[in-house]
């Protein structure tokens, strides 16, 4: 590990500052890459407003296969680039080292709060809170009593989204039952770009007695929502509005305005009014929520949606605390 971070400054301190007449952005993608109808494209639109807004150039670096780049690779889109934006938490590490080697360029994080860093500007997502909603409504709906979660890989966004779906699945239902299962192991970012491997566990939850599944897997999820489809079951989907995927067959969406935390981030930036630090959005600043399940709506018990907009408006104003926190 110490090697690695030492080749990885020695790199930077041999990178030359770059500034042109046009801004030059740098978007480092989350593992899976552009093209999984999830948090990667949902970053990708608001990037692609702010552009067309404010006219930068616009450079895009997406993972190997196991959802990480390599050092030369990032090293070289800093050295391009007057500002980077990362989605996902592996991108953690390389912003704490690349960032105060360079005090002109600025950096913005998505999925990770960062502080105490001059020119880093970090946005985080209750996710808990809108993952509260998403296991209430799979609860409520359940006719088990039993479901499913599955994640990519145990780091800690992920796992604050199967918290706060247990945590709200066992708040509307005491008596229901959570089976979860990850795709990869801590370290191993291939689980956000595996949709057979999501598929094949959907569908031994399904056979096992589960009949909502929520997916927190990237392009995995697709794998997800159609084991949903063939077995006749629900999924939930993730990140963006993914209820179209299949039809009927995805409960809602637990939907992260990631395009408007990236477009606000720009924005921000070039208006000169760049703001260190992080930024939550939660379900009072409508940076999280449920998708409007309107191919579902027909499938979902009476009153269900009446108590989980009840059960929002509850953690909006402080009754339900959202009892748990990332490690």
Known sequence: MKKLA????FLLFTLGTAFADQPVVGFVTGASGLGDLSFNDMSYGGIRKAQQEFNFKLIILEPKPDGESTIEDFTNLIKQSDILILVGAQHEKLVRLAAPKFPDKKFIISEVPIEGIDNV???FFEQGEGSFLAGAIAALTSKTGIIGYIGATPVPPVMTFERGYVAGAEYAVPTIKVKKAY???????????APAKGYNIAMSLFSNGADVIFTVAGLSGNGVIEAARRSGKFAIGVDSDQDSLAKGFVLTSMIKKLDVAAYNELKAIMQNKFKPGPTSYGLKENGVGLSEMKYSRDKIPDGVL????????KIIRGEIKIKFKEE
Do not use: H, Q, W, Y
């Open 183 to 193: 795709l990869s192991p801590l370290g191993d970012f291939s689980g956000f770009n």
């Open 121 to 123: 500007s970090s946005v």
């Open 306 to 313: 009446e108590k989980v907009d009840e059960i929002r408006n």
């Open 6 to 9: 030492a080749i990885i400054l």
